[in-house]
Structures are given as structure tokens and as C-alpha cells.
């Protein structure tokens, strides 16, 4: 059975550095094409984030104002998100999903961690 | 970026009805539409892929179709489990977007 498991410190203040590191057991994610975050701010729809492609590539959502990073390490089975220069725009429920049959078809997410962005 | 409108935003029906959920692109996706089911506080779950697939494991009960810019998600024999709230999404092009989510409760 796939499960994904976001982990996060919770609570960051404005300008400082959010990370995120999804934690992936049941299957091996050298195996998916896709590694990638969503993220639903209080009260909102879903947005997505950003995703890691198995050619390397990385796409992000232009829309976020924070810098993206995303990347994984496949010998821990796990892979992660860095936006730095976070501001409360960023309060959100964070959300690691991976594309089993597909590059774009975010097959499995894990159940979602609160982060708030607060001085 | 392609916009993404779901219709109804919520809807209220009893088990063993049968629902409709709508979603409209703003330009034509082909099929690169998937559906999910999100419950509150549990993961998000992939129902369907390139509009009309069913992921592995989900009831024949839900199905999709679709192209363009006009899908539909149906929900056949509604039971408990399955009020909850379905978004589309489209991956024609990045920036990934969703539909703003249909509710879907217990009348």
C-alpha cells in the first residue's frame, strides 16, 4: 500500500525558509515519474505547488511569491520543498502527492501538514 | 493559465441518488483532466485520469467524460463515503490548476 507522510517544523515566521520533506513507504519512488506539492490555504480550493519530473525537470507555480526548490532523495525514499522568504500568504495545508502512471496524474497523496506562517 | 469552473460549487442529495458534477476549461485540454475526492483532514484521493480513467481500486460507480473544454463527473448510487468534495484538475499546461471544488452533503 502507498502512503506518504508530510513532515514540517509547522510554524515559520515571515521571511524565513519553509521545509517540507515527504516521507513515501510501500513503494519506491525511483519507480514514479512525478514528485510534487500541492497546497489548500485556510478556507480555500487546492493550488498546486510545484512538481520534479523523472527527466529532471522542475516546474513551479508562478503565482507563489516565495522561492520554490523541489527535489528528492531516492536512497531515503523521500523528497522535499523549500520556499524561502515566506510571507502569511504561504498558511496553508501542505500536500506531497506522486505520479505513478503518469508524469501529470498525481496518483497518491499523503493526508496533509498545517503550516502557518506567523511572527 | 487555464481556469478552471466547477458547477454546482455545492449540492445536497440523498444515498442512491445519482450527481452530476460539472467542470469547464477555460480553453480546450483535450482529455488532461483528472478528479478528486478530498474528504476533510484525510489525503486527497485520484478517482479518475485523462478524463474517462479509473484509477486502479475505484468503484465503477464513478465515472468521467468529457474533452475539450466540458466534463462531467458521475456519481452513481450515492452512499456515505462518498460525501465528501470533488475537484478537477487540468494538466494540459502548467501551471497545474483545480476547479474550485463541488461540496457534495447529505440531504
Known amino acids: 500500500q502507498v502512503q506518504l507522510q508530510e513532515s514540517t517544523t509547522g510554524l515559520v515566521k515571515p521571511s524565513e525558509t519553509l521545509s517540507l520533506t515527504c516521507s513515501v513507504s510501500g513503494y519506491s519512488i525511483s519507480s514514479a515519474y512525478s514528485w510534487g506539492w500541492m497546497r489548500q490555504p485556510p478556507g480555500k480550493g487546492l493550488e498546486w505547488v510545484a512538481t520534479l519530473h523523472h527527466s529532471g525537470s522542475t516546474y513551479h507555480n508562478p503565482s507563489l511569491q516565495s522561492g520554490v526548490t523541489i527535489s528528492k532523495d531516492a536512497s531515503e525514499n523521500q523528497f522535499f520543498l523549500t520556499l524561502t522568504s515566506v510571507t502569511a500568504a504561504d498558511t496553508a495545508v501542505y500536500y506531497c502527492v506522486i505520479g505513478i502512471v503518469s508524469a501529470y496524474s498525481n496518483d497518491y497523496w499523503g493526508p496533509g501538514n498545517l503550516v502557518t506562517v506567523s511572527s | 493559465d487555464i481556469q478552471m469552473t466547477q458547477s454546482p460549487s455545492s449540492l445536497s442529495a440523498s444515498v442512491g441518488d445519482r450527481v452530476t458534477i460539472t467542470c469547464r476549461a477555460s480553453?480546450?485540454?483535450?482529455?488532461?483532466l483528472a478528479w478528486f475526492q478530498h474528504k476533510p483532514g484525510k489525503a486527497p484521493k485520484s478517482l479518475i485520469y485523462?478524463?474517462?480513467t479509473l484509477q486502479s481500486g475505484v468503484p465503477s460507480k464513478f465515472s468521467g467524460s468529457g474533452s475539450g473544454t466540458d466534463f462531467t463527473l458521475t456519481i452513481n448510487n450515492l452512499q456515505p463515503e462518498d460525501f465528501a468534495t470533488y475537484y478537477c484538475q487540468q494538466y494540459k499546461t502548467y501551471p497545474l490548476t483545480f476547479g474550485g471544488g463541488t461540496r457534495v452533503e447529505i440531504k
Open positions: 485523462a478524463a474517462s
Open positions: 480553453q480546450g485540454i483535450s482529455n488532461y
